[in-house]
């Protein structure tokens, strides 16, 4: 079987892991979350001041 | 003779160059990096959801500690299925039916849990070598099979990965050759 050919299990082994921790990790860090658009929150309502005027 | 058609998996070479190296790095290009903007294109969108939709299925049973392996494990998830998937194409070489990609990965990761465990909560971990509800009678034999079983892990779950994708990718060239 060619896969148990031992010559390059070093160099597949470090590119591997290359890839995977230098590649695609820093790309998944790279996205931000939007939060789920949700409805207006008319739960609080603000309290009404006078302006001072002098 | 039937053996000749284990050489699709054998590594290809051309003119020199190891070609594992570009099909590692390729898969890499379909999962573009989003820009500074709050929402980016189409394509971006659907990849944040399908990761956030990966992250949650992982992280939901896990307390707030667990949550740390959220980076590693979705990028691992990311890798394995592009790298997959891609190679279902025709005439396109899958690192993932080289043992030597997965036991490069199962290896450290694997040791990696092993010594979280042991290294945060020592005797926990070795309490799960014993399952709940053991007759008395059992208990040492179930030990040695337990370790023996955690031990054999790492190889267990990388040959698991070769060969699956070596069975599939050779059930399809037996199926085109019919």
């Known amino acids: 079987m060619p896969q148990l050919n031992p010559n390059p299990w070093f160099s597949t082994m470090l590119l591997t892991w290359f890839t995977f921790s230098l590649l695609i990790q820093p790309k998944l860090l790279s996205f931000t979350l939007t939060n789920n658009p949700a409805n207006k929150i008319t739960t609080t309502k603000p309290t009404p001041w006078t302006w001072p005027w002098t | ?178």
């Not at chain 2, 039937?2 to 190891?18: A, E, K, M, R």
């Not at chain 2, 299925?81 to 997965?102: A, D, E, H, K, R």
């Not at chain 2, 036991?103 to 979280?116: H, N, R, Y």
Request: charged fraction near 5%.
């Open chain 2, 1 to 178: 003779m039937n053996l000749s058609f284990f050489d699709q998996f054998s590594s290809p070479c051309l003119l020199g160059i190891p070609l594992i190296l570009p099909s590692l790095l390729l898969p890499a290009l379909l999962l573009p990096s989003p820009g500074n903007r709050w929402i980016n294109n189409r394509l971006s969108t659907i990849q944040l959801w399908f990761t956030h939709l990966i992250t949650k299925q992982l992280m939901t049973p896990l307390n707030k500690a667990g949550h740390k392996w959220a980076l590693l494990l979705t990028s691992l998830i990311l890798m394995l299925l592009s790298i997959n998937l891609l190679g279902l194409l025709p005439y396109t070489f899958t690192p993932t039916t080289q043992l030597s990609m997965n036991m490069a990965l199962a290896l450290p990761l694997w040791l990696a849990t092993l010594l979280t465990g042991l290294r945060n909560q020592p005797s926990a971990s070795l309490g799960h070598l014993l399952p709940e509800g053991t007759p008395t009678p059992l208990i040492p034999a179930l030990i040695m099979i337990e370790t023996t079983s955690l031990l054999i892990r790492p190889l267990a779950l990388g040959v698991r990965l070769t060969a699956n994708l070596t069975a599939g990718h050779l059930l399809i060239q037996l199926i085109s050759t019919a």
